[in-house]
């Protein structure tokens, strides 16, 4: 057992702190709807800016062990990162245009929905093209 989790322990890693940033992003987004009054989309911008950052530090640090990286490379990452991010923004965006607004579904279903989308194609930002091993 320990072998299989240390085989796959990025992508456990991954998941558990995908699903904490998916969890602050959908606190985020509930606050801001049911607090402020704010609509769908001002919402998921402001939950997108709160659980970008906690998901660039756990990703860094816990996910990718990216500790080494410093200056121009370091400014790189980070800016691979919001602009990937900003990316699976707009696929979410898109998502609960379709789905909740115009096609009227379920709005948590959609979210709910919208964030596995996201989290998958974060992982695949992440993986191949911000974290990857550049030794």
Do not use: P
Request: aromatic share 18%; proline share 0%; net charge positive.
């Amino acid at each position: 057992m320990k072998a299989l989790i240390k085989r796959h322990q990025e992508v456990i890693l991954y998941l558990v702190f995908g699903g904490l940033t998916t969890l602050v992003n959908l606190i985020s987004y509930s606050a801001c709807r049911a607090l402020f009054d704010f609509n769908y989309q001002l919402s998921t911008v402001i939950a997108w800016f709160i659980s970008v950052l906690f998901a660039y530090l756990t990703n860094k640090l816990f996910v990718f062990n990216r500790r080494d990286i410093k200056g121009k490379a370091l400014l790189k990452e980070i800016y691979l990162f919001y602009l990937y991010r900003i990316i699976s923004l707009l696929m979410e965006m898109i998502i609960l245009f379709i789905f909740f607004k115009k096609l009227q579904l379920n709005e948590a279903g959609v979210k709910i929905a919208a964030q596995i989308i996201v989290i998958l194609a974060n992982y695949i930002f992440s993986k191949y093209l911000i974290f990857f091993n550049r030794d």
